[in-house]
């Protein structure tokens, strides 16, 4: 019967480990090493920790399993604090941080988001480190899977996501 209690408590907690996938985040270098290695696009958080919409996207939506499934299946997952003041070289470019008042920037999110500065903010490369798209916002799980596969499975490429969506 021990045996029994012990065998049913690492069932649960195996079914409890699926139904929260945990998303494996990169910092931006390593996701672009790894994508020259095995190249798949790369999904960008572009966040600030005060931000109250970036946390609230981190325990609704990408805490759901299917979006952590897809990021991790279909992408290179980088969680970008657009604060960071450690620099970050990437296509022969140092991106610097830059003080502004109480916080600053780094000069990455300027370029990552068109000098919009709206968080939390999402942005998409393909293969080749080309931006595809950004989406700024909080986007519930519902909203986000659908552009996930869409962006993921490379239908972005031959038709609308209005298309697409159709198509479901």
Not at 6 to 14: A, D, K, N, Q, R
Not at 81 to 95: D, V
Request: proline share 4%.
């Amino acid at each position: 019967m021990n045996n029994m209690k012990v065998l049913l408590i690492i069932i649960f907690l195996s079914f409890k480990g699926l139904a929260h996938a945990q998303i494996e985040w990169l910092n931006f270098e390593e996701a672009v090493e790894k994508s020259k290695e095995n190249p798949k696009p790369i999904f960008i958080d572009v966040y600030t920790d005060w931000c109250g919409w970036c946390k609230k996207m981190d325990k609704a939506t990408f805490s759901e399993a299917k979006i952590a499934q897809i990021l991790q299946a279909d992408f290179y997952p980088v969680k970008f604090n657009a604060e960071q003041q450690e620099s970050i070289n990437f296509n022969n470019y140092e991106f610097k941080f830059i003080e502004n008042g109480r916080r600053g920037y780094n000069e990455l999110a300027v370029a990552l988001l068109d000098g919009k500065l709206s968080y939390p903010s999402v942005v998409f490369f393909n293969e080749k480190m080309e931006r595809i798209t950004v989406l700024a916002g909080y986007r519930g799980p519902d909203d986000f899977y659908p552009i996930l596969q869409y962006i993921g499975s490379g239908a972005y490429q031959n038709q609308t996501f209005d298309e697409y969506q159709k198509g479901l």
